[in-house]
């Protein structure tokens, strides 16, 4: 039997942290299958205003942007609401946003320990408190937690990072068993290392903390984790996402999807 195209017409997806990077791209790909499209996150409102109108020209769907600041849970709420408010559903909910701090734990700064954990993990649970009452009401729903490789292996001077992202697979699994009956899907997509802004910075900051160049710590400890010693690329994270939020990705639930070239099958 051959595999129907993904037709999202109609559906209505949030993709927080979707201004640049990773999060972009998977709001790209579910405007380019037919879903009308909320951008969330930080930048240049002019930047912000270009991603979203090159966005809607390219789709042909409506693509809107919502401030919410994701440490807040009053305004993550909001953004959800008001998505629904707007379209009058909400099919789709992309966790993605993300922030990065790299630094030995005894020097680690406990207000960004206190940032990560805020956006990394708490505003998972805070967009999804909101949109689950919605999906449940419709009958069907997808939710996609954008992990991390660090969501199942560890790394050095990443502690809060990793200790977010694991919980997020511990929320995933812990959601996805109480919808599991409701139509409502919840997974995980652990990516390794995708050259986005944000790794780039991981690069600098990595480079300082181990008093090692900015092309040993690509080679010898970024790409060093990869046993296909390549970053991943953008499709292929919207490739698996397409997956999870269509009928084909139905029987998937609680599932953490590993996107990284090996890494942690080693």
């Not at 919410?68 to 707007?86: F, L, N, Q, V, W």
């Not at 069907?140 to 809060?160: D, E, T």
């Not at 997956?243 to 990284?260: E, I, K």
Request: net charge negative; hydrophobic share 45%; proline share 5%.
């Amino acid at each position: 039997m051959p595999v129907p195209p993904i037709d999202l017409s109609g559906q209505v997806a949030v993709v927080t942290g979707s201004t640049s990077g990773i999060g972009r791209a998977l709001a790209e790909a579910l405007a380019g299958a037919g879903a009308s499209v909320v951008l969330n996150g930080l930048g240049d409102p002019a930047q912000i205003e270009q991603a979203r109108a090159e966005i809607e020209q390219s789709s042909g769907r409506p693509v809107r942007y919502h401030g919410a600041d994701m440490t807040k849970p009053a305004e993550i709420g909001e953004m959800i609401t008001s998505t629904h408010r707007e379209f009058g559903r909400l099919d789709m909910l992309v966790n993605n946003a993300g922030v990065q701090h790299v630094s030995p734990v005894e020097d680690f700064p406990p207000e960004r320990w206190d940032l990560i954990i805020a956006i990394n993990l708490s505003a998972v649970f805070h967009a999804t408190h909101a949109a689950v009452p919605l999906m449940k009401a419709q009958g069907r729903g997808r939710i996609v937690n954008i992990a991390s490789a660090h969501s199942l292996v560890a790394s050095p001077f990443k502690s809060a990072y990793v200790a977010a992202k694991h919980g997020v697979a511990g929320f995933t699994k812990s959601v996805a068993l109480e919808l599991a009956q409701t139509g409502v899907t919840c997974n995980a997509i652990s990516p390794g290392y995708v050259r986005t802004p944000l790794v780039d910075g991981q690069i600098a900051d990595q480079a300082k903390a181990r008093g090692i160049s900015e092309e040993a710590v690509m080679r010898d400890v970024i790409l060093a984790a990869q046993p296909n010693k390549r970053f991943v690329e953008y499709d292929h994270l919207s490739g698996m996402l397409l997956y999870l939020v269509s009928d084909l990705g139905a029987s998937a639930n609680g599932a953490n999807f590993s996107v990284d070239g090996g890494w942690t099958a080693q």
